[in-house]
């Protein structure tokens, strides 16, 4: 790595639809938003993030990233423009830029190593996991994971008996706003209670069923342009993911209050605090809703490069 300065970027992610059911090999869809992780690294004398020292109970994901690259001593910095447990993907995008840094620094990196060595770092960190936020991250702009391969595949993943299909999803123009509770939710806790919920009771084996089919059924709407519809869908898709235990009082408030405003809204990625998404074409009206709930609003771009050197 020598004394040299290496770095890259990757974006944040919304899931439009499917969180949570995609662990169980049902399909999701996600766009990449105008919100990135920056990262930069340098060899040390040892290795830290953002100044702070890595021990064994810290920075998990920094850790097992510089481990899968035996790195030595390595300082690690990030520069973020959304807030980590925000349910947008802050994990996948550190774990993809800092995996694409370190690749960098040996070489040279490609998109499909860097997505499979980031779900392998999540899986290991997050105890259980999907591809779709390292998958998203990486590649950017939109991603459809199926169980079957369909056009446009860029690569599947196999975990135990699970297999994910991943594609690159053509995301028609539309206009999205975030709400950030305030709330950091981290991801693993959330999937261990659904994993919990699953194992016991065939009502919620349904529940992640029928999110895989509303998935379908939304990516068919987004295909056509249908974003009435496709609003309908993802506010189906929350009551679905409350009737699983995984929204709270704020992200229900949040969702109820944007709807008048909004063609849909769900909460977004694992829930139980983080973010909630609205489609609207009443941006601004829908900003001030979030924030009048006590939520901090961010208008997003999608159609957004994956990870890539500064
Ligand atoms: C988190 O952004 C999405 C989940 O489905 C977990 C995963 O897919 O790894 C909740």
């Not at 064994?56 to 035996?70: E, I, M």
């Not at 409350?242 to 009082?249: K, T, Y």
């Amino acid at each position: 790595m020598s004394g040299r300065l290496w770095g890259t970027s990757a974006p944040a992610k919304v899931i439009l639809l499917g969180e949570h059911a995609v662990v169980y090999g049902q399909p999701a869809a996600s766009v990449a938003i105008d919100l990135r992780m920056r990262c930069r690294i340098r060899s040390a004398s040892i290795s830290s993030l953002n100044g702070m020292p890595l021990t064994a109970h810290n920075y998990s994901y920094v850790s097992a990233c510089l481990a899968k690259h035996d790195a030595g001593p390595t300082a690690v910095a990030t520069d973020s423009d959304f807030p980590s447990g925000s349910g947008l993907g802050s994990s996948a995008a550190v774990t993809v830029a800092l995996l694409a840094a370190l690749a960098r620094s040996k070489g040279n990196w490609d998109e499909e190593t860097v997505a499979r060595e980031a779900f392998e770092v999540e899986s290991e960190v997050q105890g259980r996991a999907s591809p779709i936020d390292t998958s998203t991250c990486a590649h950017g702009h939109g991603i459809l994971i199926t169980s079957e391969r369909r056009d446009h595949l860029l690569w599947e993943m196999s975990c135990d008996t699970r297999r994910w299909c991943v594609h690159d999803l053509k995301v028609p123009n539309m206009t999205l706003v975030i709400g950030f509770t305030g709330r950091s939710a981290p991801t693993g806790p959330m999937v261990a209670k659904v994993k919990r919920y699953v194992d016991h009771s065939t009502f919620a084996r349904e529940v992640i069923e029928d999110i895989g089919q509303m998935t379908l059924e939304g990516v068919k709407q987004m295909a056509k342009g249908d974003l009435e519809s496709l609003g309908r869908t993802m506010t189906r898709d929350h009551k679905l993911l409350a009737i699983l235990g995984v929204s709270s009082p704020e992200l229900d408030k949040m969702v109820s209050a944007t709807l008048p405003y909004s063609y849909g809204a769900k909460l977004t990625g694992a829930g139980g605090g983080g973010s909630m998404i609205a489609l609207t074409d009443r941006p601004e009206k829908v900003m001030e809703i979030i924030r009048s709930k006590g939520g901090k609003p961010y208008t997003v771009v999608t159609d957004v490069p994956g990870v890539k050197n500064e």
